[in-house]
């Protein structure tokens, strides 16, 4: 089958795209998911010992490595770019409960197979796995779904965001959002009694989402912005070299404040400097786009965006033990670390296009019993089944510390209890008032 049968020509593309699109958004998206996946795939060590499995990072080897996630810590784009992207279609005065469902929709669509899928194999490698291997790959299974737990809880706050609608707002809104961060970094670093408080942190990706708007609506210029993240970038050394924060912004065992999670003063500053400089390349990035090659690569992978995202780490997984179990571990201090880290390259690229052709489907088909909630208007109904989406989002985000194990497994059944009842409330809100909509609309 030749590839022009598998994916749209790039002539077809190119004719088909709206003469208003915004192809930087698109490109900078795939290209930061991408860049995911490939740091996923370099950075992850494993081996196991004595039939326990231990899952390493090459960042806690070199502080070389460390440095780099300054540049290779691109999740903050995800959701700069999801923002800017959604932003201009929720009105004020319409169904947020709708709206939210609707974007819902497509990006928990995979995640329901995604979940099957790892209910079969862990029951099965229960029962072919040592315990101390089988745990850790249970716990690090839907690690990834922090992003989604997030991702929906910003978008929850798009209507608050849409208000953004002049730089004074803008800055108003960072520098209070940036102001909060700081204080909760200062009160739980020096009162650990007060960790709890941690979780305002994760404010922190609002940030970006801010920053969606005010691209989208030219709140801030190329120029500009250059000069913002440049100064943001001094601001985030500084922070590092005179404050309590690890130089890695992914986390990692090491001495200091992690930055990740929860985000951190220095997360968000680099949240702000990435957007920033995001901003500033977007006119170079959209001459780039017009390329039709380059255009039709960004178009297939957004088609599958969520995919790739999902579906990359349980290949990666598998190649681990894979390898583990043939005594070849990819670990530091093991021989053959280059050679086994291009060799493991290699596989997951062929393994992950051949995943993303098969399984990329699944996330742009319509899923039957999920697909078609409707909330035609707002109301009670509609803040109901926004609740309901808070809630599966922030279990979502609360399932990444366990796994699908202890208290993981609980996470995930409120996760999907939450689903389940934000759509049966939409589907009872078809029914009784669909006929208002379609008087309205006449």
């Known amino acids: 089958m030749t590839n022009s049968r598998l994916f749209p020509s790039a002539a077809d593309i190119d004719a088909s795209t709206p003469a208003d699109r915004d192809r930087a958004i698109d490109v900078i998206r795939i290209a930061a998911l991408v860049g995911v996946v490939a740091g996923h795939t370099i950075m992850a060590t494993s081996v196991i010992t004595d039939d326990v499995f231990h899952w390493g990072n090459l960042l806690t080897t070199s502080w070389i490595f460390q440095a780099l996630t300054w540049v290779f810590q691109i999740m903050p784009l995800f959701f700069f770019a999801g923002v800017a992207a959604s932003v201009n279609s929720y009105h004020p005065g319409s169904s947020w409960g709708g709206w939210l469902l609707k974007r819902c929709t497509r990006l928990y669509r995979p995640v329901f197979y995604y979940l099957a899928f790892w209910a079969a194999a862990l029951a099965v490698l229960s029962h072919l796995l040592p315990i101390h291997v089988y745990e850790p790959v249970a716990g690090i299974s839907i690690q990834l779904l922090w992003f989604l737990g997030a991702y929906v809880l910003v978008l929850a706050a798009v209507p608050l965001l849409t208000r953004i609608t002049t730089t004074a707002r803008l800055v108003t809104a960072v520098a209070a959002t940036y102001g909060v961060i700081a204080v909760v970094d200062v009160v739980r670093i020096d009162a650990p009694g007060w960790s709890g408080l941690a979780w305002v942190n994760f404010t922190a990706w609002l940030i970006p989402g801010m920053l969606g708007v005010a691209y989208r609506r030219g709140l801030l210029r190329p120029r500009p912005a250059l000069a913002l993240g440049c100064a943001m970038f001094v601001v985030n050394v500084a922070l590092h070299w005179f404050g309590p924060y690890q130089l890695s912004l992914v986390g990692i065992d090491a001495d200091g404040v992690r930055n990740m999670t929860p985000p951190s003063l220095l997360l968000a ?4 400097m990435l957007c920033a400089f995001a901003i500033a390349a977007a006119p170079a990035i959209t001459r780039w786009a017009a390329r039709p090659a380059v255009w039709r690569l960004a178009v297939i992978g957004n088609s ?6 999902l579906w990359h780490m349980p290949l990666l997984l598998g190649m681990h033990l894979a390898f583990d179990y043939l005594g070849l571990p990819r670990y530091p201090g093991q021989p053959h670390l280059v050679l086994l880290s291009i060799v ?5 690229t062929v393994a992950m296009s051949v995943t993303f052709i098969a399984l990329r489907p699944l996330e742009n088909n319509p899923l039957p019993l999920w697909d078609g909630g ?3 208007r707002p109301g009670l109904r509609s803040a109901a ?26 996470c995930v059944a409120v996760l999907l ?10 589907s009872a809100a078809l ?9 309205r609309t006449r």
Do not use: N
């Open 269 to 272: 500053g680099h949240a702000i």
């Open 304 to 309: 599958g965006a969520m995919t790739l995202y």
């Open 344 to 348: 493991q390259l290699a596989i997951m």
């Open 374 to 376: 409707f909330v035609p």
């Open 385 to 410: 089944v926004g609740a309901l989406l808070c809630i599966a989002g922030a279990a979502t985000l609360a399932s990444c510390a366990w796994g699908l194990k202890d208290q993981g497994l609980w």
């Open 417 to 426: 209890t939450g689903l389940v009842a934000a759509r049966a409330l939409a």
């Open 431 to 439: 029914t009784t008032e669909l006929p208002v909509s379609l008087c």
